[in-house]
């Protein structure tokens, strides 16, 4: 099975501060690949899919880039909202693995 | 408005049974694939299923397979995880989540609001 490894597991950073989280695929995944953000006691949103399409409603601060086996989320100018765990999946095939996630704070 | 309600957690003993269902509405249920993402206790998501929008295609986690059995009710907008010989590391929220298309492989695009599953003596 692909594996997913999501890097900094953690991160903490100024409000205003361009925030870049990157996702590794063990395998290639064309562009298969989604992220997902979770607030703090809330439930997952989708933010980005097909590795770069911003969901609909989705502020464009946040975009996405990559395909194959490396894919980065940025955040361009960091906002307190953006506190949250972060984390990448595939779909190309199953299983549909999500990355572990980053927890982004503010510093 | 796409809605998602999940229902059926609870406390049940190890090697016991549950079943969970999802309610959907706000879209053509029948034409959407449909995915179960469980999250433990202060850890991340872990996927667990997912069903094609017919019901024709089903996917499980190795960490399930043979335990869990994902189906629906297109008549009623009801997607459901009967989960046998649970254990405790199943213990975690449930949430059901729609896909973006008719196939399981897509992103979750709405998901529920969860519901507990504990799995304790």
């Known amino acids: 099975d692909i594996q997913m490894t999501q890097s900094p597991s953690s991160l903490s950073a100024s409000v205003g501060d361009r925030v870049t989280i990157t996702c590794r695929a063990s395998q290639g995944i064309t562009n298969y690949l989604a992220w997902y953000q979770q607030k703090p006691g809330k439930v997952p949103k989708l933010l980005i899919y097909?590795?770069?399409t911003l969901q609909s409603g989705v502020p464009s601060r946040f975009s996405g880039s990559g395909s194959g086996t490396d894919f980065t989320l940025t955040i361009s100018s960091l906002q307190p909202e953006d506190v949250a765990a972060y984390y990448c999946?595939?779909?190309?095939?199953?299983?549909?693995?999500f990355g572990q996630g980053t927890k982004l704070e503010i510093k | 408005e796409v809605q998602l309600l999940e229902s059926g957690g609870g406390v049940v003993q190890p090697g016991g049974s549950l079943r969970l269902s999802c309610a959907a509405s706000?879209?053509?249920?029948?034409?959407?694939?449909m995915t179960w993402v469980r999250q433990a206790p202060g850890k991340g998501l872990e996927w667990v299923s997912a069903m094609s929008g017919g019901g024709d295609n089903t996917y499980y986690a190795d960490s399930v397979k043979g335990r869990f059995t994902i189906s629906r009710d297109n008549s009623k907008n009801t997607l459901y995880l009967q989960m046998n010989s649970l254990r405790a590391e199943d213990t975690a929220v449930y949430y059901c989540a729609k896909t973006g298309s008719s196939i399981a492989a897509s992103r979750l695009n709405y998901w529920g609001q969860g519901t507990l599953v504990t799995v304790s003596s």
């Open positions: 706000g879209f053509t249920f029948s034409k959407y694939g």
């Open positions: 999946q595939k779909y190309n095939s199953a299983p549909y693995t």
């Open positions: 097909a590795a770069s």
